[in-house]
């Protein structure tokens, strides 16, 4: 099915241990999102990508990078983990910026900082 | 600071009976709204949008009002279902050219009773 695919969909790390939130599209969007998604917060950004070659911090990207590997693929790197970094991780896409449809969302990743 | 307010956290309706989600936000430069479905499990879905310069918007069962002046929006749904039940997400987003981000409420939990 045509999307957004979110790897791994869950995870454990300890705290300090880095990993990479993998999100890739098949719908030839032009920008792509990182959000959290934490009790009583809502999704808050953490980065996008307006276009390839580009990302911009969004508003909570402190202990985060990103990379925009290519058009299809968007990565979120954790490099030392704290558990404050435990969530529910979104990734999005949309097609552009004079498109009014909606972001199409992955399902999502549960991190667990331990 | 919450730019996007949802005050309600749950909502309970009973099926066939009109549900109404509301959502309050302070920044008077975002010009386009949109309502997203978040089902457990799964990322949220994008459901309908309104531009500033409308106020109602309908889309089947699912009618999006904007009031400007009171910067308040409701999403009515009618009939309710029990598949509507879902946590609900208003979104707002300023379309300035490099300010794509969307700004999420806090959800609303909408439980629809047989």
């Known amino acids: 099915n045509a999307g957004v695919t979110q790897t791994p969909k869950f995870q454990v790390l300890k705290t300090g241990q880095s990993m990479t939130l993998q999100c890739a599209q098949d719908?030839?969007?032009?920008?792509m999102y990182w959000y959290r998604q934490d009790p009583g917060m809502g999704l808050r950004l953490i980065y996008y990508?307006?276009?390839?070659?580009?990302?911009d911090k969004g508003e909570v990207p402190n202990g985060y990078n990103v990379s925009r590997l290519n058009k299809r693929e968007f990565s979120l790197r954790l490099e030392s983990a704290a558990p404050s970094q435990t969530s529910v991780y979104f990734c999005?896409?949309?097609?552009?910026?004079?498109?009014?449809?909606?972001?199409?969302f992955g399902s999502g990743t549960r991190l667990t900082v331990v | 600071d919450q730019q996007v307010k949802q005050n309600s956290p749950s909502l309970s309706v009973q099926e066939g009976r009109i549900s109404i989600l509301n959502c309050d936000y302070t920044?008077?430069?975002?010009?386009?709204f949109l309502w997203y479905k978040k089902y457990p499990a799964e990322g949220p879905t994008f459901l309908i949008s309104?531009?500033?310069?409308?106020d109602k918007n309908e889309d089947g069962r699912f009618t999006v009002f904007l009031n400007k002046s009171a910067k308040h929006l409701s999403l009515h749904i009618v009939p309710s279902q029990p598949g509507d039940s879902a946590v609900y997400f208003c979104?707002?987003?300023?379309?300035?050219?490099?300010?794509?981000?969307?700004?999420f409420g806090t959800g609303t939990r909408l439980t629809i009773i047989p």
């Open positions: 999005a896409s949309r097609m552009g910026l004079k498109s009014n449809y909606g972001y199409t």
């Open positions: 719908m030839n969007h032009n920008s």
């Open positions: 990508s307006a276009s390839e070659g580009t990302t």
């Open positions: 920044n008077s430069m975002f010009d386009y």
């Open positions: 309104i531009s500033s310069i409308k």
């Open positions: 979104a707002a987003r300023r379309s300035n050219f490099g300010n794509e981000k969307l700004t």
